[in-house]
């Protein structure tokens, strides 16, 4: 690990504002990814901001009946928020799957919609990876591909995101709150806010570099039954290799949303048109243009079993 300095701070305007005063500066809270990235020397910042005694960590009620969920809300906390389990279920099952008990009492919010992808390529330095090092290549490309992206994938780059959490939040329509060093706050949907690789895999947000999260809001309850279903190579503490949360109504119709297949959580509203005529359908529109490797083609039908799973389990 090199050598940082370190600093905390008073207000979520003066941490964006402390960043942008330290040109290698990054926002510290729980660290579950950013510490074992600067262990590997993959993320090497200068200058550590803590963003922990910000009063960010509250989960309140919104006037329009949604939730306003602080950024430094830990995992375990939001899961077991009887609010969110109630209204938000999906959420709730999501967060449940990630990690480990250990992990979720340290993790939060922000940082989980943050965190990197977990490729073995992007973790090994030996290894060229334009996600950590721009223009220096692909390596998954070519090669062991069985965990790696089947849609919105580049010539630059095939990896995958790897939060449960940010597949609830796109189903759910969550929006991400921030401010900015001058104080000023934005407000970006989640369908906005993650990139696709492109030629710049490396830039993952539509996030300024000094921008911090204060918060996301879910809207009001849609209702519905509330399905999350992960299938990974074993039972806990691993990634997925698709994961599906569907949201369904008395009526068949519902939201779905996809992840282990792209490099964000995958959701096409389109699709969920079709939700009633059963998971073949859907699939047909939600993972059209595919592009799966002869190692993860496999994703593809797993996909479409696993959302006729979650359809079967909301109807039973």
């Keep these: 690990m090199k050598p940082f300095t370190y ?128 223009g220096s290549g692909c390596s998954a490309i070519g090669g062991v591909t069985r965990q790696h992206a089947v849609i919105g994938a580049s010539k630059a780059c095939i990896a995958t995101h790897p939060s449960d959490m940010a597949v609830a939040m796109r189903v759910l329509d969550a929006t991400i709150e921030t401010v900015r060093p001058d104080g000023a706050r934005r407000v970006i949907p989640i369908a906005d806010f993650y990139r696709l690789p492109g030629d710049t895999p490396h830039i993952e947000t539509t996030l300024e570099r000094d921008e911090l999260i204060t918060s996301v809001l879910l809207p009001k309850p849609l209702g519905g039954t509330h399905v999350y279903r992960k299938v990974r190579d074993r039972a806990s503490y691993a990634f997925a290799l698709v994961s599906v949360a569907a949201i369904v109504q008395r009526d068949g119709s519902g939201r779905v949303a996809l992840g282990g297949v792209a490099h964000k959580p995958w959701r096409v509203e389109a699709a969920e048109t079709s939700m009633s005529r059963g998971a073949p359908a859907v699939m047909s529109q939600l993972l059209a243009g595919a592009q799966p490797t002869e190692d993860n083609a496999f994703k593809l039908v797993l996909a479409e079993r696993s959302l006729a799973a979650a359809l079967l389990q909301a109807r039973t």
């Design 7 to 134: 600093e905390k701070v008073k207000s979520p305007a003066e941490a964006a504002l402390a960043v942008s005063r330290h040109p290698g500066a990054k926002f510290i809270a729980g660290g579950t990814n950013l510490l074992d990235l600067m262990k590997l020397q993959i993320e090497v910042p200068t200058h550590l901001v803590d963003v922990n005694g910000l009063a960010l960590d509250k989960i309140e009620a919104t006037p329009e009946g949604g939730l306003r969920i602080g950024a430094l809300v830990r995992n375990t906390d939001l899961a077991a928020d009887q609010r969110v389990r109630r209204d938000h279920a999906v959420l709730s099952r999501a967060l449940l799957s990630g990690a480990s008990g250990q992990l979720r009492n340290k993790a939060t919010t922000a940082g989980n919609l943050l965190q990197r992808t977990r490729c073995a390529y992007f973790y090994d330095t030996d290894q060229p990876c334009n996600k950590r090092l721009p």
